[in-house]
């Protein structure tokens, strides 16, 4: 391989690295802003989880145990 094409790869490296932090900087610059936000939405999450898995499998389960 030619040497400008090393050097041509190693720029490319480097600047995909420097955008990929810059990107991880901005997700956590978002989560920091977001944090209250961002909690309650997984409350919420969690909360509908729950929900469905309370009644879609625990308790057709326990419906079929007693009915046995």
């Not at 041509?8 to 955008?19: C, H, N, Q």
């Not at 990929?20 to 936000?37: C, E, I, M, T």
């Not at 939405?41 to 419906?63: D, E, M, N, R």
Request: glycine share 4%; hydrophobic share 50%.
């Amino acid at each position: 391989m030619p040497e400008n094409a090393n050097r041509t790869i190693e720029k490319t490296e480097a600047g995909f690295l420097k955008r990929r932090l810059g990107s991880v900087r901005a997700a956590l610059s978002y989560l920091k802003q977001n944090r209250k936000r961002l909690f309650w939405l997984w409350i919420a999450y969690q909360t509908v989880k729950g929900l469905l898995t309370l009644s879609l499998i625990w308790l057709p389960l326990l419906l079929l145990w007693l009915n046995r």
